[in-house]
């Protein structure tokens, strides 16, 4: 069974840092694009960003480069998000997901293969005040 378990969200104020962790399980590591994808009350998932494995380039959404960055550790089964220079806007809950390159109803935005989600966790909310 796929686990994705998600840690690290809590409260912080404006321009702090925060990393998020997730834990993965039940599935090969390092034969999946992961990454993280966040939603926030009343809008739209929007993809943050993922790890492309079969080159690992990472992608990274427009809202969030300059200011977060992702990273795997392959023996820990684990993909984290450094997030710094927070802003309300990034006020969200954050999802880990692993993504498929199959077409499915269950989408982020991104580019193609970090779009498409194969399994995501519960999620974690992250809150920034202002």
């Known amino acids: 069974e796929v686990q994705l378990v998600e840690s690290g969200g809590g409260l912080v104020q404006a321009g702090g840092s925060l990393r998020l962790s997730c834990a993965a399980s039940g599935f090969t590591f390092d034969e999946y694009s992961i990454g993280w994808f966040r939603q926030a009350p009343g809008k739209e998932r929007e993809g943050v960003s993922c790890?492309?494995?079969?080159?690992?380039?990472?992608y990274y959404g427009d809202s969030v480069k300059g200011r977060f960055t992702i990273s795997a550790d392959n023996a820990k089964s684990t993909v984290y998000l450094q997030m710094n220079s927070l802003k309300p806007e990034d006020t969200a809950v954050y999802y880990c997901?692993?993504?498929?390159?199959?077409?499915?109803?269950?989408?982020?935005?991104?580019?193609?293969?970090?779009?498409?989600?194969?399994?995501w966790g519960q999620g974690t909310l992250v809150t920034v005040s202002s």
């Open positions: 790890i492309y494995r079969d080159s690992d380039i990472k």
């Open positions: 997901a692993i993504y498929t390159v199959t077409r499915s109803l269950e989408v982020v935005s991104g580019p193609f293969g970090c779009r498409y989600l194969e399994h």
